[in-house]
């Protein structure tokens, strides 16, 4: 995402001046995950001009899947993020929105929990007493997470947004009269991505005043998805898994649907995952080779099919748990994303963006 710069990334930037956001000079948002949208979606709804850059070829971010086809037909199989729990007012408001519109359902409030790897007897035992894991609603969606995302660019009765995808942002620069992204002037800009991300667009000046650092680790995962032409396996929505090294979640992709598909989704563990970064597909036989033994005790059943997709920056190992936005006065910069909070969830990435958009909405309208 970054180019050379002519210029070094710590020469001293003025105050840029608060101007009002027009349709020449927007409010930019950089990033179309569901925090970037819920930052832009707020700005808009509030009526001030923005847009978004995006270097997928659709919205989405951690919260994309693909449509696969399944003995049930087509199917779409969430790839990034697994669920999303609701407890900030505004959120829930936003989920019980999706809710009554039927883009968001209740999935469950139960995972079981499997401890270590099948070689050295771990298994699969939902009904035993620690073999299962109580906790706040976890919510799917029918048409997969991303479709929540699409929601937040385009929902009905509203004017949507203007998101542009397929551009990589190569540098993002502070003037005395604003923030300045490739060259094009901006009211404000917001960086939606991960800190390391964020911090090579960055000055460095503003990234030390934000507290973001290309430093910063974040965990990777590979995320094996797999069909059958029948579910072989016992009845489980999701199941953690603890003191593995080569997986930590896996979650029966039908059940989570709600379409009965006989897919499941393994999430690979960090340090396997890093060692499958440059060839996701290598991830595959070990993983998928994992899942029989695991959820049943047999070999596992040959699929008709196993993809992996590689997420290199998954999880962040260290969050700005303070605060739920960054934002830097002086440069009119700002930073948001699921880094931005206690805990690394959907509904921490929402709240940031959406508090984020709602400060540049007062500030700028």
Not at 114 to 123: E, K, L, N, T
């Amino acid at each position: 995402m970054t180019a050379e710069r002519e210029t070094p990334r710590d020469t001293p930037e003025p105050d840029a001046p608060a101007r009002a956001a027009t349709a020449e000079r927007p409010v930019v948002v950089v990033g179309a995950g569901v925090s970037g949208l819920a930052c832009a979606r707020a700005l808009a709804d509030a009526g001030v001009p923005v847009r978004v850059l995006d270097r997928g070829r659709r919205p989405g971010g951690r919260m994309s899947g693909r449509r696969v086809q399944t003995a049930v037909g087509v199917h779409v199989a969430d790839l990034g993020a697994s669920y999303l729990t609701a407890s900030d007012d505004a959120f829930s408001a936003q989920v019980r929105d999706w809710e009554a519109r039927g883009l968001a359902r209740p999935w469950t409030d139960t995972f079981a929990v499997v401890s270590g790897r099948a070689r050295d007897g771990a298994r699969l035992r939902p009904d035993a007493e620690d073999g299962r894991s109580s906790g706040p609603v976890r919510w799917a969606a029918p048409a997969g997470l991303r479709s929540l995302v699409d929601d937040l660019a385009a929902p009905p009765g509203r004017a949507p947004l203007e998101v542009s995808g397929t551009t990589d942002v190569e540098s993002v620069d502070a003037t005395a009269d604003g923030p300045v992204v490739d060259g094009a002037p901006a009211a404000a800009v917001v960086l939606a991505m991960p800190d390391p991300q964020a911090a090579d667009l960055l000055p460095r000046m503003v990234a030390t005043r934000l507290d973001v650092s290309a430093r910063w680790n974040w965990r990777p995962c590979i995320a094996v998805y797999a069909a059958w032409p029948q579910r072989w396996w016992p009845d489980f929505d999701g199941a953690f898994v603890n003191d593995s090294d080569l997986l930590v979640f896996l979650a029966d992709d039908g059940a989570r649907r709600g379409d009965g598909a006989p897919v499941l989704v393994a999430h690979a563990g960090p340090d396997f995952s890093a060692g499958h970064l440059d060839d996701p597909a290598g991830a595959i036989g070990d993983v998928v080779a994992e899942l029989g033994p695991l959820l049943t005790g047999e070999p596992t059943p040959e699929p008709d099919w196993a993809r992996a997709h590689r997420w290199s920056l998954a999880q962040p190992l260290r969050q700005h748990a303070e605060e739920p936005f960054g934002f830097d006065e002086a440069s009119g910069i700002g930073v948001c994303g699921d880094a931005w909070g206690r805990t690394s969830k959907v509904e921490t990435a929402w709240v940031s963006g959406h508090r984020l958009g709602l400060e540049l909405a007062r500030r700028l309208g």
